[in-house]
């Protein structure tokens, strides 16, 4: 088994997971706080009842099997010892079976849910602690869930008055797609412990996106209709703090337009490297998929200076005509299509959905979960989790270019693991 789903029924347009928490957006326009954490532990109770399952904790909420196993290693070559026995193997494996399709039915001290008022909204997205609501009319903000009083939500406050596709914030900047602007606000203070955001300036770029992505280093990817994507590398010319080597590739590859920001002598100057000249960009830190115009997808890696890196992942190009967007993890990557959705990791191309969802979500590698994918549906919510640990799945069916060289496994033991690089 690759992968182990769970289902919550219900009508929802989109679903984020943050800090043991499920965020859900109703079709009634309210949003509801679940509490992740409990729930598992009660669906999937410890052998002696006295708490969550342990193998139900590694996958579903705190991403302890990746921390456990990695922090073993570091001191011992037991566990991966272990691992090469088909007896130690079939025993998770036959208890991940038992979990699988399970139907989450939340009970109401796991749950609250909040009235987000007249205004319709399509689209949830976490930061800082505050829920970031995008509508067809604006984008607004509500502070619930941990970090707020519990069981209690803020006022809705109002930060943009356009229709919104996508938000993504970095550091001290908030970016908004919208059909004829990319709107760029500034932060001047947000935190977990406030409610009210204080925003300071507002550029408006003339340029219609649909999608927001982010490099490492403060690089903001925005990517058009017509498969181009800008990218915009912040750069700060403070003497204090010596050479910025970002300015080399201000040189090569500046267009001459460029965002100011509030912070003095620190810009995002757009350049335009030929990775982005005729193709849709989705990037993972150095991972990235191109899209382009004839719907092929190709993976590659890329460094700092964003050039391709050529380690073989150039031969993973595959034709989908009906390709909406990609979405990466560790694993390999996640293309959402109009017609299903497709996993595509180091054994194989599989289908994970079969019809067209309403909205899909990863969770790569944060600190809580790990490979986690939320596909909302028109009657449920689909809870998939990727599980990319090398001991479970036969050497023999492994391809060493799709994946990643194990974040967990020390130099020496490099042969219990995969190789490759995606």
Not at 21 to 42: C, F, M, S
Not at 105 to 116: Q, S, T, V
Request: net charge negative; aromatic share 12%; hydrophobic share 35%.
């Amino acid at each position: 088994m690759q992968f182990l789903k769970l289902k919550l029924p219900g009508a929802y347009l989109d679903a984020f997971l943050y800090r043991g928490h499920l965020y859900l957006l109703t079709e009634e326009n309210t949003l509801q706080v679940l509490d992740w954490n409990r729930l598992i532990e009660r669906v999937f109770p410890a052998p002696d009842r006295s708490g969550i399952d342990p193998l139900a904790a590694m996958i579903w909420t705190n991403n302890s099997l990746v921390h456990k196993h990695r922090n073993l290693i570091d001191k011992h070559r037991n566990l991966i010892d272990w691992t090469q026995y088909d007896e130690f193997k079939n025993m998770p494996l036959k208890n991940l079976q038992r979990m699988n399709d399970t139907v989450l039915y939340p009970e109401e001290n796991e749950c609250n849910e909040f009235d987000l008022g007249p205004e319709r909204f399509h689209t949830l997205e976490l930061y800082h602690s505050h829920v970031w609501l995008l509508g067809e009319k604006g984008v607004s903000y509500v502070k619930t869930g941990p970090g707020h009083v519990k069981g209690k939500c803020s006022n809705i406050y109002r930060v943009l008055d356009d229709c919104a596709y996508s938000l993504g914030a970095r550091s001290d900047m908030l970016w908004v797609t919208s059909p004829d602007l990319v709107h760029v606000i500034s932060i001047r203070d947000i935190s977990p412990r406030r409610v009210k955001v204080e925003f300071g300036e507002e550029n408006s770029l003339s340029i219609s996106a649909n999608h927001i992505g982010w490099h490492w280093e403060d690089a903001v990817m925005t990517s058009d209709f017509d498969f181009h994507t800008s990218i915009w590398m912040r750069v700060s010319h403070h003497k204090a703090m010596g050479y910025d080597p970002r300015e080399q590739i201000l040189e090569e590859y500046f267009t001459g337009k460029k965002v100011p920001t509030e912070t003095k002598n620190a810009s995002f100057y757009e350049i335009a490297p030929d990775i982005g000249k005729s193709q849709r960009l989705y990037c993972s830190r150095e991972r990235a998929v191109g899209v382009s115009p004839d719907h092929s997808v190709q993976a590659f890696n890329w460094g700092f200076d964003l050039k391709t890196e050529q380690n073989g992942l150039s031969a993973y190009t595959i034709s989908n005509p009906n390709v909406e967007r990609v979405l990466i993890g560790t694993f390999g990557w996640i293309i959402e299509e109009t017609s299903g959705v497709l996993l595509i990791d180091k054994i194989k191309k599989r289908r994970l959905y079969n019809k067209e969802p309403t909205q899909v979500r990863t969770f790569p590698s944060a600190h809580w979960y790990e490979n986690l994918v939320l596909i909302v549906g028109d009657e449920d919510i689909e809870v998939i989790a990727i599980l990319d640990y090398d001991f479970l799945i036969p050497k023999k069916l492994q391809d060493v270019n799709i994946g990643r060289k194990s974040e967990y496994f020390l130099d020496s033991y490099r042969q219990y693991s995969t190789g490759g690089g995606f």
